[in-house]
């Protein structure tokens, strides 16, 4: 059972990036799946979630109307399109999911210290938006 997120790089100020969240071991659509991102010397923040089967998604207001997380169950992969980037976006992004008691709920606890305790955590990419 294992994440892998990949995608990030170096932009400039107002452009776009893609970033891909695969999973191996495991169906991808069968959980709820959320993005966090960490940037240097603040707290890890979660941003972005999207449930399970009906793939309602949620957003934090530092990246809502910005940021789109979709899934695409045939390659088992969900993504984070991330539009007009700024350089406050600048952090390391993961994507992470639970399979012990937040299994059926990381959608409503991954905005909350509660995320710690997510079982199962990808390895991290790099955004870097800088001019």
């Known amino acids: 059972v294992q994440l892998q997120a990949s995608g990030g790089g170096l932009v400039q100020p107002g452009e776009s990036l893609r970033l891909s969240c695969a999973a191996s071991g495991f169906t991808l659509g069968d959980h709820d799946i959320a993005w966090f991102r960490q940037a240097p010397g603040k707290e890890r923040e979660g941003i972005s979630c999207?449930?399970?089967?009906?793939?309602?998604?949620f957003y934090g207001l530092s990246v809502k109307g910005r940021f789109t997380i979709s899934r695409d169950d045939a390659k088992n992969t969900v993504y984070l399109q991330m539009n007009s980037l700024k350089p406050e976006d600048t952090a390391v992004y993961y994507c992470?999911?639970?399979?012990?008691?937040?299994?059926?709920?990381?959608?409503?606890?991954?905005?909350?210290?509660?995320?710690?305790?997510?079982?199962?955590w990808g390895q991290g990419t790099l955004v870097t938006v800088s001019s």
């Open positions: 992470a999911t639970d399979f012990g008691r937040f299994r059926n709920a990381v959608c409503t606890y991954y905005a909350y210290t509660y995320s710690a305790d997510f079982s199962s």
């Open positions: 999207i449930k399970r089967r009906d793939g309602t998604t």
